[in-house]
């Protein structure tokens, strides 16, 4: 509880600034040493009453019996709690938009169905007031995904404590994002004006993306052009599966569609979304086609589905071996990531595979396992310290994070209201 | 060829019947009067339903019947010999359009500016759905196209009346006769009509069910206060209209059950009892239909099976739809079975043509003939009080009715004629199909041939040989080969009136004679499929995959050794029975005996209260938001809850039992709230929450000033904090003077509803985000000497939680919703936590279908955001929002007395890794973890039945439908805010 304490201190001593004054953390000089915690390293193993050291931004170890921490060290004593990698949060829109009623503050949707050149990374505000209450929540990672059109550009993982983009770039435009036609032929309801054959209008369109997909293929294998193509050349690693192709969809033919895309051009493809992913696992495993799934805090697609089918599809893609992450939909909302392992892990998943489902598992789908998703020796100490259970509302409460090694700053918009109405009730 | 075909025949021959000369009309030329006088004779004449006449005979003159029965031909009447012929009365359809013109939807979009008044030119009222001044009659045109269909089909008198509007005015009665129209209208005025559906108004109001319910209610209301002809409303045609064609009968077409009963329910309050058009799934809700007391007309436009054969798309059609499909042709049986008077109409079949076969498919589901005969004769002429003039065969009627070759409802009976006002219209030429013998002279040869249809024919003979046959009216060719691979015999003649007869040319190039006998007719083979075919599935209630095959009953049950939270002083009470006598909870303690109760072990589970969702827009049919004005006080929730929502099924997995259904909060004043309780299963009267205290929603900021709504929508008052305040004291200064006002007021049943609230006798639960939008309700509230009971959203409660205590009002909050728009910029996940400390009586709701299944998790995320104490966590999802709706004496609490709304959980509530296991209310177990894996399986088994029986249907070469996705209603306050379900089936 000590450092819980010094955090109010240090609360109470900023009550009356605002989240101005909430800087990125400058870079770790001492080594850090976290003893007697409960580790979960992310890739399903706990080590209790582990230690964890950390210096220039990496881990160098993790144990529960490693040698007594060097004189000039930072020891945290972490009695109880537990330690977990940083959360990641993928397929978000955190920093392209601010209130998304208010068209001046959204900076996610641009003109145009195929614009795969256009790059979230630029627009990314490292500024918002939505990201320091993310990473209080144990986020410490996210994948800033542009929506609109069907291909609406790149996306980027981004580290949430920075200054600007570009010190908040961990992996610059990593994946290309394709969002499927539907491929769902609505009911006609008087009164919406629905296409006669939906199906077939979206297949035209997906058509188009296939015929784009292989003039920009042709374009590429030539180096000296007459006429530039930015278009072409922005998706030049998906050919060299430098960078992965997100296809967005969430029913079986779409699926379908997403496997074949993947063969034809042989993309490194990963599906956005999956809602009936479950359906496919086989498929899905045989393919080598790992999946980003919807928010699991959603309601069954159909009124016949079991009533808990969004809440255990994780445990189905588990069980049939196919690398999966979960997610969340929108920008504030990724504080609940956590949560959405709760419940996966509630619904079949071990509490250990929910947790690799935010954090290691993500990584890999993310292209960023080398650096970051597990706390072991080598990489990113991207590290989240919890009281409790961090995937359980009850215990989720976050003491310190850790990007790269810098202990951020856990203040927020919202617990300086707090501290401000506290104050003004007489409240302790 | 006997006399009978003969005669048929020629009477089909004759081209242009006589028309009834009008006395009126100047003719031009010779006059030409007929009386028309006919003489049916050795007919099987069924006069109605009940009664059949053998070899009778049917005397018509002046398109009217003179006799039925053995009444003497007259002398002058032109014989036609029936033997072996059926007569029936023509078929009366009591719901037609007509002869009207074919009305376009207006199509709803938020794109335009809005219409807040009617675009009907004239002294008519300000609603332009209500068109009570409409008259079919005005407007009848024949149709001789449309005419013929219906004849056809059987028809030869129809009710017809614009199908347009929520009052669509007066219908007339017709018969199907060609030309003029002052022959074929035979009453002026014979109903008047209503929906629920706007139609072609473009005006905005009423832009939801519960609109438009509240438009009839209040128009019911106008219309008696205009009565009095009061000087401030001047002349207003439409309520004039309105009141001239209340002693009609009154028709409301439905498209749903419920729409039914609530159509009943808006007539039982002004003692009108609508005949009910009903729209094809009232079986399943039988009981509720007696409950109405109402006549029924019944649409046979039956589902076609869907094509399944895609499972990819068939995954998408629900359990619901396929059993509708089996189901939908019991429904004229389900009415007979329960003895509920109704008739037939051809309304909403494609084609008018399938309507016999329609009923031959009703029939082969249980409907009896005689029922089936009646409900499209006499009973709809009784309905609509026109069996004077139509629906049997009575001297005095018009001469109206079929001639059949055999009983109506055999599956090869044809029918040859329609007589309409005496005027006979041929549907089918006599059947000329069957075996001939064939003279040919001077050979003096004869042969057997069998004629099949209209294009071939067989020689009959050792080796069957093919030939061919032609006819055009009298005219017929034959050309056959006498022997295999001969050159072929050709004739060419007259069908004659006693015998085919003419001339030919044989073989070898000679020419011949000939003439042909008819010897018998052409019988198919039996098709009769076997009766025992029939196997449906069953009911559902309510009618979905989840639903029960027999509605539960309470039982006493002893929930042993859990850990009992009891929201009460004793608080949490570890190792503890609490046992549940009918439905309510009876004792709670250690070691209780069963006795006759079930006992479920409760060990290492958590017993909760039930969980009750303060802000909840489930089970809502038709529209949430009446926002089309800025009060709406007189809208109901209460007449729109849709109780075959899955939601309720679903929130029961998640330990809800009562939900407050709300209205949106699109307008200042909204509509009157619904609290109810979970019974899946129920209909809606019995979901409601007796007794509860009415409520009503307010709501302040974005959504009612229309910001988030494009900038096409700044015409609505108020567009500004400031003009919401004005609103409310304009609205609450209206309610005042209305009050006030004197005997011959016109009731108004917005300012009714207003009243009550100056009264407390309804309470106020105001959607709001800002403190000061919350505050200057307060203001208000405060100046009209109301109070505002519940803040609900109430995102900045934290920061005038003081001001709310001293007004008395609670809040009800979301644990972490912010920035999706401009007003919740201040929101914080600390809300719930300021509100409580401060003194309120703080709940956490949902405003949305995923999360409610969730609320103990929203609850329990103020233990993380400031630290509160489970057990005051565990209150804010039931016995704090139990208070905030005055319902804490029944439920919200787990104390002797109270209702037996509980939950039992597999882990501490406030944890995420609970799971509700039991839900039960008033002590049913509605929602079962295990009896929920049955009912999975139950799914699974009878989608698959229903898919191969659609598969087969399919192969037979039946037509289908396609695969079209099941959609499912779901609300939400407002679209905007983030964080809400999307679902993939609606994309809204």
């Given at each position: 509880?000590?450092?819980?304490?010094?955090?109010?201190?240090?609360?109470?001593?900023?009550?009356?600034?605002?989240?101005?004054?909430?800087?990125?953390?400058?870079?770790?000089?001492?080594?850090?040493?976290?003893?007697?915690?409960?580790?979960?390293?992310?890739?399903?193993?706990?080590?209790?009453?582990?230690?964890?050291?950390?210096?220039?931004?990496?881990?160098?170890?993790?144990?529960?019996?490693?040698?007594?921490?060097?004189?000039?060290?930072?020891?945290?004593?972490?009695?109880?709690?537990?330690?977990?990698?940083?959360?990641?949060?993928?397929?978000?829109?955190?920093?392209?938009?601010?209130?998304?009623?208010?068209?001046?503050?959204?900076?996610?949707?641009?003109?145009?169905?195929?614009?795969?050149?256009?790059?979230?990374?630029?627009?990314?505000?490292?500024?918002?007031?939505?990201?320091?209450?993310?990473?209080?929540?144990?986020?410490?990672?996210?994948?800033?995904?542009?929506?609109?059109?069907?291909?609406?550009?790149?996306?980027?993982?981004?580290?949430?404590?920075?200054?600007?983009?570009?010190?908040?770039?961990?992996?610059?435009?990593?994946?290309?994002?394709?969002?499927?036609?539907?491929?769902?032929?609505?009911?006609?309801?008087?009164?919406?004006?629905?296409?006669?054959?939906?199906?077939?209008?979206?297949?035209?369109?997906?058509?188009?993306?296939?015929?784009?997909?292989?003039?920009?293929?042709?374009?590429?294998?030539?180096?000296?052009?007459?006429?530039?193509?930015?278009?072409?050349?922005?998706?030049?690693?998906?050919?060299?599966?430098?960078?992965?192709?997100?296809?967005?969809?969430?029913?079986?033919?779409?699926?379908?569609?997403?496997?074949?895309?993947?063969?034809?051009?042989?993309?490194?493809?990963?599906?956005?979304?999956?809602?009936?992913?479950?359906?496919?696992?086989?498929?899905?495993?045989?393919?080598?086609?790992?999946?980003?799934?919807?928010?699991?805090?959603?309601?069954?697609?159909?009124?016949?589905?079991?009533?808990?089918?969004?809440?255990?599809?994780?445990?189905?893609?588990?069980?049939?071996?196919?690398?999966?992450?979960?997610?969340?939909?929108?920008?504030?909302?990724?504080?609940?990531?956590?949560?959405?392992?709760?419940?996966?892990?509630?619904?079949?998943?071990?509490?250990?595979?929910?947790?690799?489902?935010?954090?290691?598992?993500?990584?890999?789908?993310?292209?960023?396992?080398?650096?970051?998703?597990?706390?072991?020796?080598?990489?990113?100490?991207?590290?989240?310290?919890?009281?409790?259970?961090?995937?359980?509302?009850?215990?989720?409460?976050?003491?310190?994070?850790?990007?790269?090694?810098?202990?951020?700053?856990?203040?927020?918009?919202?617990?300086?209201?707090?501290?401000?109405?506290?104050?003004?009730?007489?409240?302790? | 060829?006997?006399?009978?075909?003969?005669?048929?025949?020629?009477?089909?021959?004759?081209?242009?019947?006589?028309?009834?000369?009008?006395?009126?009309?100047?003719?031009?030329?010779?006059?030409?009067?007929?009386?028309?006088?006919?003489?049916?004779?050795?007919?099987?004449?069924?006069?109605?339903?009940?009664?059949?006449?053998?070899?009778?005979?049917?005397?018509?003159?002046?398109?009217?019947?003179?006799?039925?029965?053995?009444?003497?031909?007259?002398?002058?009447?032109?014989?036609?010999?029936?033997?072996?012929?059926?007569?029936?009365?023509?078929?009366?359809?009591?719901?037609?359009?007509?002869?009207?013109?074919?009305?376009?939807?207006?199509?709803?979009?938020?794109?335009?500016?809005?219409?807040?008044?009617?675009?009907?030119?004239?002294?008519?009222?300000?609603?332009?759905?209500?068109?009570?001044?409409?008259?079919?009659?005005?407007?009848?045109?024949?149709?001789?196209?449309?005419?013929?269909?219906?004849?056809?089909?059987?028809?030869?008198?129809?009710?017809?009346?614009?199908?347009?509007?929520?009052?669509?005015?007066?219908?007339?009665?017709?018969?199907?006769?060609?030309?003029?129209?002052?022959?074929?209208?035979?009453?002026?005025?014979?109903?008047?009509?209503?929906?629920?559906?706007?139609?072609?108004?473009?005006?905005?109001?009423?832009?939801?069910?519960?609109?438009?319910?509240?438009?009839?209610?209040?128009?019911?209301?106008?219309?008696?206060?205009?009565?009095?002809?009061?000087?401030?409303?001047?002349?207003?045609?439409?309520?004039?209209?309105?009141?001239?064609?209340?002693?009609?009968?009154?028709?409301?077409?439905?498209?749903?059950?419920?729409?039914?009963?609530?159509?009943?329910?808006?007539?039982?309050?002004?003692?009108?009892?609508?005949?009910?058009?009903?729209?094809?799934?009232?079986?399943?809700?039988?009981?509720?239909?007696?409950?109405?007391?109402?006549?029924?007309i019944l649409p046979l436009n039956f589902p076609l099976p869907i094509d399944v054969e895609d499972p990819n798309?068939?995954?998408?059609?629900?359990?619901?739809?396929?059993?509708?499909?089996?189901?939908?042709?019991?429904?004229?049986?389900?009415?007979?079975?329960?003895?509920?008077?109704?008739?037939?109409?051809?309304?909403?079949?494609?084609?008018?043509?399938?309507?016999?076969?329609?009923?031959?498919?009703?029939?082969?589901?249980?409907?009896?003939?005689?029922?089936?005969?009646?409900?499209v004769t006499l009973a709809p002429a009784r309905m609509i009080k026109a069996d004077d003039q139509v629906g049997?065969?009575?001297?005095?009627?018009?001469?109206?009715?079929?001639?059949?070759?055999?009983?109506?409802?055999?599956?090869?009976?044809?029918?040859?004629?329609?007589?309409?006002?005496?005027?006979?219209?041929?549907?089918?030429?006599?059947?000329?199909?069957?075996?001939?013998?064939?003279?040919?002279?001077?050979?003096?040869?004869?042969?057997?041939?069998?004629?099949?249809?209209?294009?071939?024919?067989?020689?009959i003979q050792q080796d069957t040989l093919a030939g061919s046959i032609s006819l055009s009216g009298e005219l017929?060719?034959?050309?056959?080969?006498?022997?295999?691979?001969?050159?072929?015999?050709?004739?060419?003649?007259?069908?004659?009136?006693?015998?085919?007869?003419?001339?030919?040319?044989?073989?070898?190039?000679?020419?011949?004679?000939?003439?042909?006998?008819?010897?018998?007719?052409?019988?198919?083979?039996?098709?009769?499929?076997?009766?025992?075919?029939?196997?449906?599935?069953?009911?559902?209630?309510?009618?979905?995959?989840?639903?029960?095959?027999?509605?539960?009953?309470?039982?006493?049950?002893?929930?042993?050794?859990?850990?009992?939270?009891?929201?009460?002083?004793?608080?949490?009470?570890?190792?503890?029975?609490?046992?549940?006598?009918?439905?309510?909870?009876?004792?709670?303690?250690?070691?209780?005996?069963?006795?006759?109760?079930?006992?479920?072990?409760?060990?290492?589970?958590?017993?909760?209260?039930?969980?009750?969702?303060?802000?909840?827009?489930?089970?809502?049919?038709?529209?949430?938001?009446?926002?089309?004005?800025?009060?709406?006080?007189?809208?109901?929730?209460?007449?729109?809850?849709?109780?075959?929502?899955?939601?309720?099924?679903?929130?029961?997995?998640?330990?809800?039992?009562?939900?407050?259904?709300?209205?949106?909060?699109?307008?200042?004043?909204?509509?009157?709230?619904?609290?109810?309780?979970?019974?899946?299963?129920?209909?809606?009267?019995?979901?409601?929450?007796?007794?509860?205290?009415?409520?009503?929603?307010?709501?302040?900021?974005?959504?009612?000033?229309?910001?988030?709504?494009?900038?096409?929508?700044?015409?609505?008052?108020?567009?500004?904090?400031?003009?919401?305040?004005?609103?409310?004291?304009?609205?609450?200064?209206?309610?005042?003077?209305?009050?006030?006002?004197?005997?011959?007021?016109?009731?108004?049943?917005?300012?009714?509803?207003?009243?009550?609230?100056?009264?407390?006798?309804?309470?106020?639960?105001?959607?709001?985000?800002?403190?000061?939008?919350?505050?200057?309700?307060?203001?208000?509230?405060?100046?009209?000497?109301?109070?505002?009971?519940?803040?609900?959203?109430?995102?900045?409660?934290?920061?005038?939680?003081?001001?709310?205590?001293?007004?008395?009002?609670?809040?009800?909050?979301?644990?972490?919703?912010?920035?999706?728009?401009?007003?919740?910029?201040?929101?914080?996940?600390?809300?719930?936590?300021?509100?409580?400390?401060?003194?309120?009586?703080?709940?956490?709701?949902?405003?949305?279908?995923?999360?409610?299944?969730?609320?103990?998790?929203?609850?329990?995320?103020?233990?993380?955001?400031?630290?509160?104490?489970?057990?005051?966590?565990?209150?804010?999802?039931?016995?704090?929002?139990?208070?905030?709706?005055?319902?804490?004496?029944?439920?919200?609490?787990?104390?002797?007395?109270?209702?037996?709304?509980?939950?039992?959980?597999?882990?501490?509530?406030?944890?995420?890794?609970?799971?509700?296991?039991?839900?039960?209310?008033?002590?049913?177990?509605?929602?079962?973890?295990?009896?929920?894996?049955?009912?999975?399986?139950?799914?699974?088994?009878?989608?698959?039945?229903?898919?191969?029986?659609?598969?087969?249907?399919?192969?037979?070469?039946?037509?289908?439908?396609?695969?079209?996705?099941?959609?499912?209603?779901?609300?939400?306050?407002?679209?905007?805010?983030?964080?809400?379900?999307?679902?993939?089936?609606?994309?809204?």
């Amino acid at each position: 509880m000590k450092l819980v304490s010094t955090s109010i201190i240090l609360l109470a001593s900023l009550a009356a600034n605002a989240q101005e004054l909430i800087y990125p953390a400058s870079a770790q000089e001492k080594t850090i040493y976290l003893q007697h915690a409960t580790i979960h390293v992310g890739n399903g193993q706990v080590i209790e009453n582990g230690s964890l050291v950390f210096s220039n931004g990496k881990i160098t170890a993790v144990g529960s019996n490693l040698p007594a921490p060097a004189a000039d060290a930072k020891v945290l004593d972490l009695q109880g709690k537990h330690v977990y990698p940083g959360l990641i949060a993928p397929l978000t829109t955190l920093g392209l938009t601010e209130v998304e009623a208010v068209r001046s503050t959204n900076d996610f949707s641009e003109v145009g169905e195929i614009n795969p050149s256009v790059r979230s990374l630029v627009a990314y505000n490292t500024d918002s007031k939505v990201i320091n209450t993310l990473r209080s929540n144990g986020i410490l990672l996210a994948q800033v995904t542009p929506e609109g059109g069907m291909i609406p550009g790149s996306s980027s993982v981004v580290q949430l404590d920075a200054w600007n983009w570009e010190d908040a770039a961990y992996r610059t435009d990593g994946a290309i994002h394709f969002y499927m036609p539907s491929l769902l032929q609505p009911a006609n309801n008087p009164g919406r004006s629905i296409p006669d054959d939906k199906i077939k209008e979206s297949m035209d369109k997906l058509n188009q993306v296939r015929t784009f997909f292989r003039e920009a293929q042709a374009y590429n294998q030539e180096d000296k052009h007459a006429v530039i193509n930015l278009k072409f050349q922005a998706v030049h690693k998906l050919f060299t599966r430098e960078e992965k192709l997100f296809i967005h969809c969430d029913l079986v033919k779409e699926m379908l569609l997403a496997v074949d895309i993947a063969k034809e051009f042989g993309f490194d493809v990963v599906i956005a979304g999956g809602a009936d992913a479950w359906m496919i696992t086989d498929l899905l495993k045989q393919n080598n086609i790992a999946v980003v799934l919807k928010q699991a805090h959603s309601l069954p697609v159909m009124q016949d589905d079991d009533v808990d089918q969004p809440y255990k599809t994780a445990a189905q893609l588990q069980k049939a071996g196919v690398l999966f992450c979960l997610s969340n939909e929108g920008f504030w909302q990724q504080r609940n990531l956590p949560f959405e392992a709760g419940t996966a892990s509630t619904y079949g998943l071990s509490k250990e595979e929910a947790l690799s489902a935010v954090t290691l598992n993500t990584a890999r789908i993310l292209g960023i396992d080398k650096t970051t998703g597990s706390l072991e020796a080598g990489k990113d100490a991207n590290i989240t310290v919890s009281t409790g259970d961090i995937m359980d509302m009850r215990s989720s409460i976050i003491t310190q994070a850790f990007i790269q090694g810098r202990e951020v700053n856990l203040d927020n918009k919202h617990k300086q209201l707090y501290e401000r109405y506290k104050h003004k009730y007489g409240l302790k | 060829m006997s006399l009978a075909r003969l005669c048929l025949l020629l009477g089909g021959l004759l081209a242009g019947n006589f028309v009834h000369a009008q006395e009126t009309f100047p003719v031009n030329g010779i006059a030409d009067k007929r009386e028309g006088c006919y003489a049916f004779v050795k007919a099987t004449i069924v006069k109605n339903a009940t009664t059949t006449l053998n070899n009778a005979t049917l005397v018509i003159r002046n398109g009217k019947i003179v006799s039925v029965g053995t009444g003497p031909v007259p002398k002058d009447a032109v014989v036609i010999d029936c033997g072996g012929k059926y007569i029936y009365p023509s078929f009366v359809d009591p719901y037609s359009d007509y002869g009207t013109q074919p009305v376009k939807k207006a199509v709803s979009s938020r794109r335009g500016e809005p219409q807040l008044l009617s675009a009907t030119k004239g002294a008519y009222g300000w609603n332009q759905a209500i068109k009570s001044e409409v008259n079919a009659a005005a407007i009848f045109n024949t149709d001789e196209s449309s005419a013929k269909t219906l004849r056809e089909a059987g028809f030869g008198t129809v009710l017809s009346h614009q199908q347009d509007g929520i009052a669509r005015g007066t219908g007339v009665l017709v018969t199907l006769a060609d030309g003029s129209e002052n022959k074929a209208l035979i009453r002026e005025k014979a109903s008047a009509q209503y929906s629920f559906d706007k139609g072609s108004s473009t005006q905005d109001y009423p832009g939801s069910l519960m609109g438009s319910i509240a438009l009839l209610r209040q128009t019911y209301l106008d219309a008696q206060w205009y009565k009095t002809r009061p000087a401030k409303e001047g002349t207003n045609l439409t309520l004039q209209a309105w009141n001239e064609s209340q002693s009609l009968p009154q028709i409301f077409d439905v498209q749903d059950k419920w729409d039914a009963l609530r159509a009943d329910k808006i007539g039982d309050e002004f003692g009108v009892q609508y005949i009910i058009k009903a729209s094809g799934n009232e079986y399943q809700r039988i009981p509720e239909m007696v409950a109405t007391k109402a006549s029924f007309i019944l649409p046979l436009n039956f589902p076609l099976p869907i094509d399944v054969e895609d499972p990819n798309d068939a995954r998408f059609v629900a359990l619901s739809d396929m059993k509708h499909w089996e189901m939908a042709p019991s429904e004229p049986a389900a009415f007979e079975k329960a003895d509920i008077p109704f008739s037939l109409t051809a309304s909403g079949l494609k084609d008018a043509k399938q309507f016999l076969t329609a009923i031959r498919k009703a029939i082969e589901y249980g409907l009896s003939e005689q029922k089936a005969l009646d409900a499209v004769t006499l009973a709809p002429a009784r309905m609509i009080k026109a069996d004077d003039q139509v629906g049997s065969l009575e001297p005095g009627k018009l001469a109206n009715f079929l001639l059949t070759s055999g009983p109506l409802f055999n599956e090869n009976t044809v029918l040859y004629q329609n007589w309409v006002q005496g005027q006979r219209y041929t549907i089918k030429d006599e059947d000329f199909r069957g075996t001939y013998t064939l003279t040919v002279l001077p050979a003096n040869a004869t042969y057997t041939l069998l004629v099949k249809n209209a294009t071939s024919l067989s020689l009959i003979q050792q080796d069957t040989l093919a030939g061919s046959i032609s006819l055009s009216g009298e005219l017929v060719k034959l050309a056959f080969p006498v022997k295999k691979g001969a050159a072929q015999l050709r004739l060419s003649g007259v069908t004659g009136a006693k015998e085919w007869n003419g001339t030919g040319i044989d073989t070898s190039g000679a020419l011949i004679k000939w003439r042909a006998v008819f010897n018998a007719p052409y019988t198919k083979k039996d098709s009769t499929k076997p009766a025992s075919q029939l196997a449906i599935g069953k009911l559902y209630y309510p009618f979905n995959g989840y639903g029960w095959e027999t509605l539960p009953q309470q039982q006493d049950i002893l929930i042993k050794n859990a850990t009992v939270w009891t929201n009460e002083s004793e608080g949490k009470l570890e190792n503890t029975d609490v046992l549940v006598r009918n439905g309510k909870i009876a004792q709670i303690g250690k070691n209780l005996a069963a006795g006759s109760a079930r006992v479920i072990d409760g060990t290492g589970k958590h017993l909760t209260p039930g969980i009750i969702d303060e802000h909840s827009h489930i089970a809502i049919s038709k529209g949430v938001n009446e926002g089309t004005q800025s009060v709406t006080s007189e809208v109901r929730i209460a007449d729109v809850v849709f109780p075959d929502d899955v939601n309720i099924y679903r929130q029961l997995s998640g330990g809800v039992t009562s939900s407050h259904l709300l209205h949106g909060s699109a307008n200042t004043i909204g509509g009157q709230s619904q609290l109810i309780k979970l019974r899946w299963g129920a209909d809606a009267e019995e979901l409601k929450f007796a007794g509860a205290d009415p409520f009503i929603k307010f709501a302040l900021g974005e959504n009612v000033k229309q910001s988030n709504w494009g900038e096409r929508q700044k015409v609505r008052f108020p567009q500004t904090r400031m003009g919401v305040e004005e609103v409310l004291t304009d609205a609450f200064t209206r309610a005042r003077e209305y009050e006030k006002e004197g005997p011959g007021k016109r009731r108004d049943l917005e300012l009714d509803a207003l009243v009550e609230i100056l009264h407390s006798k309804r309470f106020v639960t105001c959607h709001s985000y800002v403190q000061s939008e919350i505050n200057m309700l307060i203001k208000v509230a405060d100046s009209f000497d109301f109070h505002i009971n519940t803040f609900t959203h109430i995102l900045e409660g934290y920061k005038v939680a003081d001001k709310m205590k001293q007004h008395g009002a609670g809040g009800s909050t979301f644990a972490d919703w912010w920035a999706y728009k401009m007003e919740v910029q201040d929101a914080i996940p600390y809300n719930a936590n300021i509100m409580q400390r401060v003194g309120l009586t703080v709940a956490i709701n949902s405003d949305d279908a995923e999360m409610a299944r969730r609320l103990n998790q929203e609850a329990a995320k103020s233990i993380k955001y400031g630290d509160m104490a489970e057990e005051d966590a565990l209150k804010m999802v039931t016995l704090n929002p139990a208070k905030l709706l005055h319902v804490a004496e029944h439920t919200g609490s787990i104390k002797a007395g109270k209702d037996a709304d509980l939950v039992l959980w597999s882990n501490n509530p406030m944890s995420i890794y609970a799971k509700a296991e039991k839900t039960m209310v008033d002590g049913i177990i509605y929602f079962d973890r295990d009896r929920d894996l049955e009912l999975r399986q139950r799914i699974s088994t009878e989608r698959n039945r229903l898919v191969q029986k659609m598969l087969a249907e399919k192969k037979k070469g039946t037509a289908t439908q396609k695969a079209a996705p099941t959609q499912e209603e779901i609300y939400h306050c407002e679209d905007l805010q983030a964080g809400h379900q999307k679902s993939l089936i609606n994309g809204n």
